[in-house]
């Protein structure tokens, strides 16, 4: 099954938000499914819920017709890579992450292999990591820099969407513009951020250039999460009437 390009996805506000299933029982991703579904455009499903229940994991987001983004952040040798990425397209996800910092080589068979079923995401500095922990993993510059440098390979490597997080999309969009951008670490003015070093607002993020908001917590812990996302929805409208 061929995929849309990545340039004609996000167009509606609701369509520019993802919902991340970060629990591990079906039936309750089941229940977020439903009960999300008309203010989430998008679900992903990353590794507490993939590790434990595999493909399963999908079908429930697609059986409720939604679009699911597969966050496994694939990183190993090219081989491996690219035959993880041909299971992974056969599930029907529409979005896969893969790791940049696995190279050239790496990203290069992950785009061969994904042949337009699936959009790769290249995952670039983790949310949760500031610039003295990319220090201490021996990486020179900021959070910016590394940002910058590993999507210049993704990109040179055919894979045409990037994860960072919204303090770097200025730069990723003014360098590479047309560049798929998915922003984690969003949290309402005033919430807690929780493991996530790197974070910004909604209305920020996609003011920056971000196409695609990834949202968990403050979806999933909100008092009302129906209330919550429609609110998240409502700050990205206010800033693609900016842009």
Do not use: Y
């Amino acid at each position: 099954m061929q995929v849309p390009p990545l340039a004609a996805v996000a167009n509606a506000a609701k369509d520019r938000l993802a919902f991340a299933l970060d629990v591990d029982d079906l039936d309750q991703a089941r229940g977020w499914v439903a009960r999300l579904a008309p203010h989430v455009g998008v679900f992903k499903i990353g590794l507490e819920l993939f590790v434990r229940f595999g493909p399963r994991a999908v079908d429930v987001v697609r059986e409720a017709g939604g679009r699911c983004f597969l966050d496994l952040k694939l990183h190993d040798i090219p081989e491996t890579v690219g035959r993880a990425v041909r299971s992974a397209a056969e599930t029907g996800a529409e979005f896969l992450t893969v790791h940049a910092s696995g190279g050239r080589s790496m990203l290069e068979r992950a785009a061969i292999d994904a042949d337009g079923r699936v959009k790769l995401l290249a995952v670039t500095a983790l949310t949760s990591l500031d610039d003295r922990a990319l220090a201490d993993l021996g990486f020179h510059g900021n959070a910016e820099d590394a940002v910058r440098r590993w999507t210049a390979i993704a990109v040179a490597s055919a894979v045409r969407g990037v994860v960072c997080s919204a303090r770097e999309a200025q730069g990723i969009r003014a360098t590479f513009p047309d560049v798929f951008i998915v922003t984690p670490g969003i949290r309402p003015a005033g919430s807690d951020a929780g493991d996530q070093a790197r974070i910004a607002s909604a209305f920020d993020a996609v003011r920056a250039g971000a196409d695609l908001l990834v949202v968990g917590r403050p979806i999933r812990d909100a008092k009302d999460p129906e209330a919550a996302a429609s609110a998240l929805v409502k700050e990205i409208e206010s800033a693609l009437a900016m842009r």
